[in-house]
């Protein structure tokens, strides 16, 4: 029998629900078992592919080309599963397969309602992926916090989906939040008993609460939980703020037993997880051997979730040189304000994260032709692949203007430009390249003796690409078009030899980076920036 768990949310949205599940992941999975994760969103968009990342921080894409939520990232880096579009499900999704049954007459007769035709749909997609992953465990995380209207329908089919399974096959966890209020010295649980309340209403007890918080829980405070909660002591987990790591959260939940109980609640035996390999992660994140600092040079800076994956993969590479990183987020902005010297000095690698829109860019090219000339370790990924090859354009084949066309539709050389078969695409949501495409890597090229194999398979989302017209002019110049599409037509990976390290990349490499697997290209570009300040000490 098939063992599922569901994960939500309450007094505050942010809690760290997706890590919480993931870290759970990582813990059920040391444990032999097999798990799948699933996030449901409860908005309306059909996926956070047309989000601002204002709205909705990054977006992460899957091989199957999914456009979704970044709780996925978390967890893909967590765990060893693979995801695939049937890991995230939005409100969008439920009413317009229920709209299209509703028009091709599947529910004829029947007046359509949230009960059961949207709950039903809810419901059915946690069977297909408890049925599809081969999975023994199913952790499903609910979106937004308890009390939310749009939220509803999720409570309510889950609720439904225990009852169906049994007790014994399915479990509730509720993270929740017990803040430290200063004027009054202590942590409070009111908030915690009424989310948990507003749950119960519904249907809903948890088996489990996940009590987030800035200080430990004591035995008094945890017993009055368990009171008003009615949730047995032993249940009522503290999960503190980390001190340096996410990486952190596997273990901190190990310590206070929570996948032991987990297991028990649902009837599994299996041996304690051995976390060995993730305690070595953790050293080498706390006392790492070597220091950098890393300019990430982007244009949502000021927002924690919009470069997620890059950030985390950043501290993979790290991971993998015993490294630790401190990485600077650079306003592209403030290079064109400020000037690139002022802003970038004393970095020890400067990378240029994907996006899209004009703001920023000049500053980005800025970054790029300050690394490139002072020989500081460049990584470009989608977005800062186009921007590596403007600035050579411009300040090295003399190619005055050299644009993207995204920027200036009108420039005389149109570098970086759109497919043609872009071009006739017309609507917005889930239209670009995207997911897992082949690449071929050239012999004797930098990208080849990292990744150590010829033929890659990396994640796209992007619309616009190098333009071959150019690629000759490129060549000649010295400009290395390491990584290309197999039939050749599409370049994938730029490089330029003589310099310690610069490299770019069309596809994201990020989304594939986890701690206990760093990507290849993280690995060498903290290697060569740790190499630089190694050589030449700020
Ligand atoms: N805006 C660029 C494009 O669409 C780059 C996209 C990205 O960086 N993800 O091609």
Redesign the pocket.
């Known amino acids: 029998m098939k063992k599922f768990i569901f994960v939500t949310g309450g007094v505050v949205s942010s809690l760290g629900k997706g890590l919480t599940a993931a870290a759970l992941g990582t813990l059920l999975e040391n444990r032999g078992l097999k798990v799948a994760l699933q996030k449901f969103d409860p908005y309306l968009n059909v996926d956070p592919g047309t989000m601002s990342p204002y709205q909705h921080g990054e977006v992460y894409v899957l091989d199957d080309g999914a456009e979704t939520d970044l709780d996925l990232g978390h967890y893909e880096r967590f765990t060893s599963v693979k995801l695939t579009r049937l890991n995230n499900l939005t409100s969008g999704q439920v009413y317009q397969t229920v709209l299209n049954n509703e028009r091709e007459g599947k529910y004829l007769g029947k007046t359509v309602q949230v009960i059961p035709h949207v709950t039903d749909e809810i419901k059915n997609r946690i069977h297909v992926l408890a049925e599809k992953s081969g999975a023994d465990v199913i952790i499903t995380e609910i979106g937004g916090t308890t009390g939310d209207i749009e939220g509803l329908p999720f409570l309510e089919a889950i609720r439904e989906f225990a009852l169906e399974v049994g007790y014994n096959n399915a479990i509730f966890i509720h993270v929740t939040y017990v803040p430290f209020i200063k004027a009054a010295g202590e942590l409070k649980t009111k908030p915690t008993q009424q989310s948990v309340a507003k749950l119960r209403e519904i249907g809903v007890t948890p088996h489990v609460l996940v009590c987030r918080c800035e200080r430990p829980l004591d035995k008094d405070l945890r017993q009055k939980i368990s009171l008003f909660c009615n949730i047995p002591v032993e249940a009522v987990i503290e999960e503190k703020d980390v001190d340096h790591s996410i990486y952190e959260v596997p273990l901190m939940l190990q310590r206070e037993r929570m996948d032991d109980l987990v297991c028990r609640l649902l009837h599994l035996t299996t041996p304690t997880p051995n976390m060995t390999h993730w305690q070595e992660i953790i050293r080498k994140l706390i006392a790492p051997q070597h220091r950098v600092r890393i300019g990430v040079v982007g244009k949502y800076i000021g927002l924690q979730d919009a470069y997620k994956s890059v950030y985390e993969a950043i501290i993979h590479g790290g991971v993998a040189n015993d490294c630790g990183v401190e990485i600077v987020q650079v306003d592209a902005e403030d290079i064109e304000k400020n000037g690139v010297e002022k802003t970038l000095k004393g970095l020890g690698g400067i990378l240029v994260p ?3 829109g004009e703001r920023g860019v000049e500053g980005k090219i800025l970054a790029a032709q300050y690394a490139r000339e002072n020989k500081i370790p460049y990584l470009g ?3 800062g692949m ?1 921007i590596a090859t403007i600035e050579f354009a411009r300040n090295v084949l003399k190619l005055a203007k050299a644009h993207s066309t ?1 920027f200036d539709p009108a420039t005389p050389h149109p570098v970086i430009a759109m497919l043609d078969e872009q071009r006739k695409v017309t609507k917005k949501g889930g239209t ?1 390249r995207l997911g897992a495409q082949p690449c071929q890597l050239a012999v004797g090229s930098k990208a080849g003796q990292l990744y150590g194999s010829f033929v890659i398979h990396e994640r796209h ?4 690409e190098f333009n071959n017209a150019y690629r000759e002019k490129f060549e000649q110049a010295g400009f290395v078009f390491s990584g290309l599409s197999p039939d050749g037509k599409l370049v994938e990976v730029i490089e330029l030899p003589g310099h310690p390290f610069f490299l770019a990349s069309q596809f ?1 490499p990020e989304f594939l980076s986890k701690p206990h697997q760093p990507h290849p290209l993280f690995r060498g570009f903290i290697a060569a920036a740790h190499h630089r300040i190694h050589q030449k000490p700020i």
């Open positions: 994907g996006g899209f990924l989608c977005l186009q995204e670009m989302r992007h619309r616009y994201h």
